[in-house]
């Protein structure tokens, strides 16, 4: 029956490493949420993540992913952090501490498909970790996992919204869950604490002023943003460490966190690297996204953020061995004296 084989799948996702799980219908999503997207999209939100406009019907409906779908495994991972991890005199997003997660999750999916096949020799199906245009919250909270938040981030009742979503969609008769309830009430802590005010206060995003968006791929970071960016070289939790929804939750998947036993990077050790030494130190992690050059200008805003007078020296190596950081070196020295 459909009821015990969604039980069955469920169990084994735990055994797998997956926090929760939940089933949605591999149906169009509800009209309301591709509204909702192409209107962010036409609102020039998406910034220049072109990918975002291709196939916006493909994205609200998985049997345009997968012929014959009928099912969508929802899985959540939390990442959320430990007090035993260690910390550095710098900020990198808390998902990027640890293990490249794409690679950590696709690997546990990969798995769970192959002992779904075990189990139900007929299955056919495939999963994504952000690799595919599936709109993952949509279906998320579809599947009862939990609902979206202020800061545009999916909140899950005992984990807070420190969790990286997995999909797979496939071809089972599975039950599908009630689709979740809930709401941030009258709270708006995420939005006032944005340090770039990119929050929209309806669960969208302004990608364009997003640190988070701004401080990977090689983007650029606008001198604008300097002041703002604080000490954070990769990625921005500010709207996450305020959430009254992540107070308590248990630490996350060991994997996705920094371990405990592992050096935490600091401002004096980065601003030091070769290339050389970035490939060596960010093999493995999402931080590799960010790009060397990318990396070193958050380096160099943190250093003048944290008026760091000891990295003079550092500072000013930089500038003569990398014409293109002149310009963030002069500003960070500016800064580090007071001006």
């Known amino acids: 029956m459909a009821a015990d084989l969604t039980l069955r799948v469920k169990h084994l996702a735990a055994e797998f490493g997956f926090a929760t799980a939940g089933?949605?219908?591999a149906t169009a999503?509800?009209?309301?949420?591709?509204?909702?997207?192409?209107?962010?999209?036409?609102?020039?939100?998406?910034?220049?993540?072109?990918?975002?406009?291709?196939?916006?019907?493909?994205?609200?409906?998985?049997?345009?992913?997968?012929?014959?779908?009928?099912s969508v495994i929802v899985l959540a991972t939390s990442y959320a952090p430990d007090p035993n991890d260690p910390v550095g005199d710098i900020d990198i997003a808390r998902?990027?501490?640890?293990?490249?997660?794409?690679?950590?999750l696709k690997k546990r999916?990969?798995?769970?498909?192959?002992?779904?096949?075990?189990?139900?020799?007929?299955?056919?199906?495939?999963?994504?970790?952000?690799?595919?245009?599936?709109?993952?919250k949509s279906l998320a909270v579809l599947a009862g996992l939990g609902w979206i938040g202020r800061n545009g981030?999916?909140?899950?009742?005992?984990?807070?919204?420190?969790?990286?979503?997995?999909?797979?969609?496939c071809n089972l008769?599975?039950?599908?869950?009630?689709?979740?309830?809930?709401?941030?009430?009258?709270?708006?802590?995420?939005?006032?604490?944005?340090?770039?005010?990119?929050?929209?206060?309806?669960?969208?995003?302004?990608v364009r002023r997003c640190l988070s968006y701004r401080n990977k791929g090689g983007r650029s970071l606008p001198r604008e943003y300097w002041p703002a960016a604080g000490v954070r070289v990769f990625g921005c939790d500010a709207c996450q460490e305020v959430c009254p929804h992540n107070i308590d939750v248990p630490p996350g998947d060991p994997?996705?966190?920094?371990?405990?036993?592992?050096?935490a990077l600091q401002l004096a050790d980065l601003l030091a690297w070769s290339e050389k030494d970035f490939n060596a130190a960010t093999r493995g992690s999402p931080v590799r996204r960010a790009g060397y050059d990318a990396l070193m200008l958050h380096a160099v805003v943190a250093a003048g953020n944290a008026r760091r007078t000891d990295l003079r020296g550092r500072l000013e190596a930089l500038g003569r061995d990398r014409p293109a950081l002149a310009e963030a070196v002069a500003w960070a020295l500016a800064r580090i004296e007071g001006d």
């Open 173 to 206: 008769p599975l039950t599908p869950d009630a689709p979740s309830g809930g709401s941030c009430g009258p709270c708006r802590a995420c939005i006032d604490v944005c340090p770039t005010a990119a929050l929209l206060g309806d669960g969208l995003l302004n």
């Open 255 to 263: 994997q996705l966190r920094s371990s405990p036993g592992r050096r």
């Open 109 to 136: 999916a990969h798995a769970l498909c192959d002992r779904l096949r075990d189990m139900a020799p007929d299955f056919a199906g495939r999963a994504f970790v952000d690799s595919a245009p599936v709109a993952e």
């Open 29 to 70: 999503v509800d009209g309301t949420w591709r509204q909702r997207f192409e209107q962010w999209l036409a609102e020039g939100h998406a910034a220049a993540m072109d990918y975002m406009h291709r196939d916006p019907a493909r994205r609200f409906d998985p049997q345009r992913v997968v012929d014959e779908a009928r």
């Open 95 to 104: 998902y990027a501490r640890g293990r490249d997660y794409h690679k950590v």
């Open 153 to 169: 981030l999916l909140i899950v009742a005992g984990l807070g919204s420190y969790v990286l979503l997995t999909e797979i969609v």
């Open 23 to 25: 089933i949605a219908p």
